[in-house]
């Protein structure tokens, strides 16, 4: 058994032994550091260098936030600014606003005002490509243009009162060319008392609800109106001096003002609102699209209208186009689609056009509804009020009534007969036409035509233009194939015969190969066919008023005319109607026609009796 100085030797020679393993062990590993230092030195700046990058990105993070901070407090500040800008300068806009967008004080706030500018400018290039390039027209069908709520609120158009009176209204001018209607010296050097006495011994009234432009006198020469580039041409050559209706409603409808017109047939009108309507829109520098639309009841009175205002634009570079049912979509629309400033329609087909988008009225300022009354009485209200929607909103317009959605403060202009107490628009006959009832058998009607036909084509008077009425489109058929068995040179005019062939018989009436022409209420209003003689009414018309435009297609522009009116037991509601209008007329009533009562019964025209009813 070893000693314990023995074991105690051995322990200290292990501790010795450790120390010694544990020193080399400690010198090697610190060799071993000192080798990689030499070897690859990032090993030991690893972590300085990851320290300063999460500092660094620290700071840069709190830079970008301060900056972002900074940029958007100034954006909402700028943006403000803007703000307040444009609502101060609201008034001062147009439709379009090309203020281009302030200046940005930063980078970024550059480019998205740059980016913002761009599109608002692309936005307005295409509107105005639109505008300038009309509606398109090709073969095949789009939607109409799709109209702002700001742009749907309003209705411009015209009010129909009293007869037969087209309506011109001019939409609201622009700046430059509002009001700038002026007298010309030699009308202004004119006195008050000829004035006085020009409209007195025509028999007009004239009353401007707002007194503005009261004080303006009747063109009453052609030498009165303004020197213009379209009057330059002298369209009016072969004409005295304009007609009352012309010389009253000139200066107004040249001084951008709404205007109900009231006067005989043939006195005229159809110029009273073609001059104003070609000379506004020659002096306006924008084109493209359609710029005025002239609606008509009728294709003929469409046709004869176009016919006048055509040649009236073509002085100054316009073109007008007509378009009517009863023809070729595809003709018409290939018209269209070379443009036009005016566009002459009926009702029905212009709702068509539109609804297929090839008729634009957005751009329009100058609506004419010609015989307005006609065109209510017979349930058109609605397609008109579907037609002004699609025209440019009028400003101070009131919605409450028909008349007052149409117009702004219209001039009501009114060209009597001389009749003093009826000057106020009511329903009044011409004074000049002598008025013939003949109380007959029914079944003896076609009989005393033949005879009435005989006698007044004898002579001198053979080829005498004369006017038959018949009530529906079968009795003019028959009537008319009566009349050419009997050796009479006869033609037809009604809803039942293709375009052509209407075309056709009018104009052969017009120009004298024809001397009879019988038709039905189509032909009634508005038709320019002179030298007619005498006008018979075979059949008694549904309403007084028909009676009264029937009768007017004789005695026009200042002429005499005849009226025979064959009255039967079927008519006897009419005769209280009938017998005021001759008494006011100054006309002699039969006996036979009092004896059915003078007893007024007021009847609504049967499709203004269906209209009433939806």
């Not at 440019?392 to 009131?398: N, Y």
Request: hydrophobic content about 35%; some cysteine; charged content about 35%.
């Amino acid at each position: 058994m070893p000693s314990a100085e023995s074991v105690a030797v051995k322990k200290d020679k292990k501790d010795k032994k450790d120390k010694k393993a544990k020193k080399a062990k400690k010198e090697k590993e610190a060799k071993f550091i000192d080798d990689a230092e030499v070897l690859d030195p990032v090993e030991d700046v690893v972590p300085e260098v990851e320290g300063e990058k999460k500092k660094k990105d620290k700071k840069e993070k709190k830079d970008k936030k301060d900056k972002k901070e900074k940029k958007d407090k100034k954006d909402k500040k700028e943006k403000k600014r803007k703000e307040e800008t444009e609502e101060e300068n609201a008034e001062d806009r147009m439709e379009i606003d090309d203020t281009p967008a302030e200046e940005a004080t930063s980078q970024d706030s550059d480019k998205k005002a740059s980016k913002k500018k761009k599109r608002k400018h692309d936005e307005v290039a295409e509107d105005n490509a639109d505008r300038a390039n009309g509606p398109d027209v090709a073969d095949t069908e789009t939607k109409p243009k799709k109209k702002s709520k700001k742009e749907g609120k309003g209705q411009n158009g015209a009010e129909a009162n009293g007869s037969a009176a087209p309506t011109s209204t001019p939409a609201k001018a622009s700046k430059a060319s509002q009001g700038s209607y002026v007298e010309s010296t030699t009308l202004a050097a004119t006195s008050q008392s000829d004035v006085d006495s020009f409209l007195k011994s025509k028999f007009i009234t004239i009353t401007d609800p707002t007194g503005k432009l009261s004080h303006l006198r009747p063109i009453m020469e052609f030498s009165h109106l303004p020197s213009t580039r379209l009057l330059q041409k002298s369209p009016f050559k072969a004409f005295s001096a304009p007609t009352p209706i012309q010389a009253a409603s000139w200066p107004f409808t040249l001084s951008d003002r709404d205007v109900i017109g009231v006067a005989e047939t043939g006195s005229g009108k159809t110029m009273a609102f073609a001059l104003p309507c070609v000379e506004g829109l020659s002096k306006n520098s924008k084109r493209g699209g359609i710029r005025a639309v002239i609606v008509s009841p009728t294709r003929e009175l469409a046709m004869q209208t176009h016919e006048q205002v055509s040649q009236l634009a073509g002085l100054v570079g316009l073109s007008c186009v007509c378009v009517y049912g009863g023809a070729a979509k595809y003709e018409q629309r290939s018209l269209l689609s070379r443009g036009a400033d005016i566009v002459v329609a009926t009702p029905g087909r212009l709702k068509d056009f539109m609804s297929e988008g090839v008729c634009d009225l957005s751009g329009v300022q100058f609506v004419v509804l010609d015989e307005a009354d006609r065109m209510l009485d017979t349930g058109f209200e609605e397609d008109i009020k579907q037609i002004l929607a699609a025209t440019p909103p009028r400003e101070e317009a009131d919605a409450h009534a028909l008349a007052a959605s149409m117009m702004v403060n219209p001039v009501r202009i009114n060209i009597s007969n001389g009749d003093e107490d009826r000057a106020d628009g009511e329903l009044q006959a011409n004074k000049r036409i002598t008025q013939r009832v003949e109380v007959v058998d029914p079944r003896a009607k076609e009989a005393r035509l033949l005879q009435i036909l005989r006698e007044y084509q004898q002579g001198s008077k053979k080829n005498d233009r004369i006017l038959v009425f018949a009530l529906y489109k079968k009795e003019a058929t028959r009537v008319e194939e009566t009349l050419a068995r009997r050796g009479i040179s006869v033609a037809g005019i009604h809803g039942d015969l293709r375009q052509e062939q209407r075309t056709k018989a009018l104009e052969a009436f017009k120009a004298g190969t024809t001397s009879v022409l019988v038709a039905t209420d189509v032909a009634a209003r508005g038709l320019d066919i002179p030298e007619v003689k005498l006008v018979v009414n075979l059949t008694f018309p549904l309403t007084i008023e028909d009676y009264v435009h029937r009768i007017g297609r004789t005695g026009r522009a200042g002429k005499t005319g005849e009226a025979i009116t064959l009255f039967t037991l079927h008519d006897k509601s009419h005769s209280g109607e009938l017998i005021n209008i001759l008494r006011q007329a100054g006309q002699p009533v039969p006996e036979d026609l009092l004896k059915f009562g003078t007893t007024v019964k007021k009847k609504l025209h049967p499709s203004m009796a269906r209209s009433t009813a939806r």
